[in-house]
């Protein structure tokens, strides 16, 4: 036996994901030599300037999820062959948090990091990453990974926001939904199962991307119409899903996770908190004569009118975080997130980021239906997770609409 110790209990916005067992993976894809030797030494700095990734999750006597650290070292790094799948083990709660997988092939190289949900958003892992890189750029020029500095165990977003005198206010956001709710005739729910596997399995998932030009017109787009890229996204999903669904008088509801790391006063850090997301909502009343740019500017000026009530930075406060399932007598919710520009990663000269994939992980049966977008050298990269037979389907509906979109661009 090894001794142990808990460094804390989860919090209520965490605990979801250790029930379910869910791993987030982001994969990286980049161009160019790659040093295996040096990304490993990187590895092993970033692991020992934020030890709490070596821990493990364990129900206490209560049932509640709890991190625990032990004397045991992480395994490091592990390279694959090119044909190789990953182990399990690298997304077993019960052995560490993180693990990263390198898969070297031509002229090219997949890294793979993976990180338990419950201590990190997709703005935590792209901390990490940013870091990671960091350490294996100066590696690569100076053979020093550069200064290790422990980290205590990032706070619960509940954590941040009582330091912050942020309270729990009348509005959760879910509010906005409420005249839609047992008021349509509801196709049926795709699944009510939420079976529990043994091992976390991987969610399916469509992809799809923008070219470098046609993103680029896109943003030109966006600009002209006043519209951040993320706005026209969210309004093209949207629509896409109206379509899709066949129920036009249904309006759709719509949630979309909000990075409130710039919003807090101080604000925080990448890594300094695990889920610091508030969480906004629109209701989709859609026409066949609604534009997307006219959903856009709504979709836009309803989010812009809850910061400022501060209805999203408080919203976890009135919930739990989770990707699956929907309120009784509501049409299915849309989910999103923003996973930002990976491009600004930095890397030595001769190596180029090109790709970007992620993937839920989890021991779960229940439906999970979750829309990712951002922007990776320069190209928009559209995903889909969700449990259908054709997760592609909507991702090619959606770039169809963009597409539109800047190709009206390019002939102004």
């Not at 030494?41 to 709490?52: C, G, H, K, N, R």
């Amino acid at each position: 036996m090894y001794p142990t110790a808990v460094v804390r209990k989860l919090a209520p916005s965490e605990d979801f994901f250790a029930e379910t067992h869910t791993f987030t993976s982001v994969t990286i894809t980049v161009k160019g030599p790659f040093d295996v030797d040096a990304m490993s030494t990187a590895f092993d700095a970033l692991l020992e300037q934020y030890p709490v990734y070596a821990a493990h999750l364990e129900q206490g006597e209560d049932g509640r999820y709890q991190i625990v650290a032990d004397d045991l070292m992480h395994p490091g790094m592990w390279v694959l062959d090119e044909d190789e799948d990953v182990s399990p083990a690298a997304i077993d709660q019960s052995a560490a948090l993180m693990n990263l997988t390198v898969k070297p092939s031509d002229g090219f190289a997949d890294l793979t990091l993976y990180v338990h949900h419950s201590l990190a958003d997709g703005n935590h892992i792209a901390g990490l990453l940013f870091e990671l890189f960091d350490r294996y750029t100066d590696v690569v020029a100076t053979g020093d990974p550069g200064p290790v500095d422990p980290q205590p165990a990032p706070e619960p977003i509940e954590t941040l926001l009582e330091q912050r005198g942020v309270t729990k206010g009348q509005r959760s956001g879910l509010d906005r939904f409420i005249p839609a709710m047992f008021a349509h005739e509801l196709p049926p729910r795709r699944s009510t199962d939420s079976s529990k596997f043994a091992k976390p399995g991987g969610v399916p998932v469509g992809r799809g991307r923008l070219s470098v030009a046609e993103t680029t017109a896109l943003v030109r787009f966006g600009r002209k119409n006043r519209l951040f890229v993320n706005n026209l996204v969210s309004a093209a999903i949207l629509m896409v899903e109206w379509r899709l669904r066949e129920t036009p008088q249904v309006p759709i509801p719509y949630v979309y996770n909000v990075n409130l790391r710039p919003l807090l006063d101080p604000p925080v850090s990448p890594t300094g908190c695990t889920l610091a997301l508030g969480v906004a909502t629109y209701l989709a009343q859609i026409k066949p004569q609604t534009s997307m740019v006219d959903l856009a500017r709504d979709i836009a000026s309803t989010l812009q009118a809850d910061l400022a009530d501060g209805v999203v930075q408080q919203s976890l406060l009135h919930f739990n975080l989770q990707y699956e399932g929907t309120l009784p007598g509501l049409a299915d919710v849309v989910l999103s997130t923003n996973i930002g520009n990976v491009s600004a990663m930095r890397t030595p000269p001769d190596l180029e980021v090109v790709g970007f994939q992620s993937q839920f992980h989890r021991a779960s049966s229940a439906v999970i239906d979750v829309y990712g977008f951002g922007v990776v050298g320069g190209e928009l990269v559209l995903e889909h997770h969700v449990d259908a037979a054709d997760p592609d389907k909507s991702v090619n509906m959606v770039l169809s609409l963009l597409r539109a979109a800047s190709l009206e661009t390019a002939q102004l």
